[in-house]
């Protein structure tokens, strides 16, 4: 190799994801400024015989976005609007677009008659691409929406030759159906079309309830016309409510209402409130649900209210506080909707068996997915989110993948399933009860790709997993 050639090879850089920095990895970042860029960069990879993976915004905490001591493409720069189409609101843009961007320009584009916006995004946080929501096939809090995957229209997917290929339900379907929900494993999503709906005026409607109503008042809700909702659990293992009493908000159309939210949680109201749920959980969510209870009745847009205040840095602070580093994990179980109330009285045992910690919790509902080929979504599920504390040490890591790994088993007891982005802590066995095509998803990894051009943290684990 050259001087001139070695010196343009990046030096390797140490990386970690944004929530629960738990995947510290080190890696050649590579920062294409164009398309064209992006597409030489995977050709040059081919050439010399080297693995890559695409990395958004790097939130995803299961080490999908990474590959250690080899080569991480960040798609940050190509954050484009490409086309819109009014009449059909049909929206495409380049991959490393975020949510923030992306909600901008429907607001303020002149050729948005047809007042267009999103379906569903990620809640809770902003700053993620939408190449990262297509490769982990999110979902946000709709009540009666599949994932993600059915609110896009194709994709474009740079391949493992540097080639930009158009891919969707009806040109190379199979690969469509890969891509979305393939954490990057066949190929870098350089554009995506999204479907949009028109923006709707909503009324949040908000309560105390019971586990034991949700399935219930869901489909009450459903039947009145809401088109959101969610179920914020109490957290305190000590409380005779944990795991039951919460806060149940759904949000049901308002035609010619006007937005109006007097009231809203600010960053240090959020800030407060997490370090209330590491020191007093019961205090925390009393004035959690205070505060929306209060907001009953407030009018929100319908893409307004799936945004949230992120705090990056947040645990700095409860760090000093509890005297010692850590942070929060996330992980997503699902089960049928009516084995709910068994289930979160399960999962309620084996976190206080545990000494788990919660720190926030909420239920909300999938429809299933009828595309993707590794879908998540195998039948209309109640969706379970916890974020757990974790203590960054050896006995805490090693407490934290026990607590998973038992509401992995609480899941699969009611028949149900768990979400494969968050962590790399599922047994074998675990993995192919809950994703039985998971097989079938590596046997399609090695057709489209039988150099294995496309690698990462996550593929390798679980491809070592499996042959285990």
Known sequence: MSATAESRVPAFESLNDVHARLNPTRARVLRPASLDAACTAVRECARTGQPLIPAGA??????????????VLDTSALCGVLGFDDA?????????????????????????????TIRQKQTGADDFSLGGAAASNIHGRGLAYAPFVEDVEALTLIDAQGRCVEASRTSRPEWFALAIGGYGLFGVVASLTLRLTPRRMLRRDVRLARVGELQAA??????????????????????????????????????????????????????????????????????????????????????AQQTGVYLDGYHDAVDRSLGHCGS???????????AL????????????????????????????????????????????????????????????????????????WFGGSYY????????????????????EFLRAKREFD???????????????????
């Open 218 to 303: 869901f489909a009450q809700a459903i039947a009145e016309g809401c088109l959101y909702g969610d179920f914020q659990f109490a957290i305190d293992p000590g409380n005779d409510d944990f795991l039951d009493l919460g806060v149940l908000s759904c949000y049901r159309p308002a035609p010619g209402a006007a937005a109006s939210a007097p009231r809203h949680l600010q960053a240090d109201d959020f800030a407060r409130l997490l370090w209330l749920a590491h020191r007093e959980p019961s205090r925390a969510f009393r004035e959690y649900a205070d505060f929306y209870l209060a907001t009953d009745g407030q009018h929100y847009a319908s893409d």
């Open 328 to 338: 929060e994990m996330i992980t997503e179980l699902y089960v049928p909707r009516a």
């Open 58 to 71: 790097r939130h995803a905490m299961g080490g999908q976005q990474f590959l250690s001591e080899g080569a």
């Open 420 to 439: 494969l982005t968050y962590h790399r802590w599922a047994t074998r066995a675990q993995l192919e009860a809950a994703h039985p095509r998971f097989g």
């Open 341 to 412: 109330a068994g289930f979160m009285a399960r999962a309620a045992d084996s976190l206080r068996r545990r000494g788990a910690q919660p720190i926030y919790g909420t239920v909300r509902l999938i429809e299933r997915d009828p595309t993707s080929v590794l879908a998540w979504a195998r039948e209309p599920w109640a969706c379970v989110i916890f974020n757990l504390h974790v203590r960054h040490d050896a006995a805490g890591i090693d407490a934290a993948a026990a607590a998973f790994r038992a509401l992995i088993d609480d899941a699969l």
């Open 88 to 116: 059909r609101g049909l929206l495409t843009v380049q991959a490393g677009i975020r949510w923030p961007a992306v909600l901008a320009w429907l607001a303020s584009s002149p050729d948005n008659t047809g007042d267009w």
């Open 450 to 468: 039988p150099g294995e051009r496309w690698q990462s943290d996550w593929y390798r684990h679980h491809l070592a997993l499996m042959r285990a």
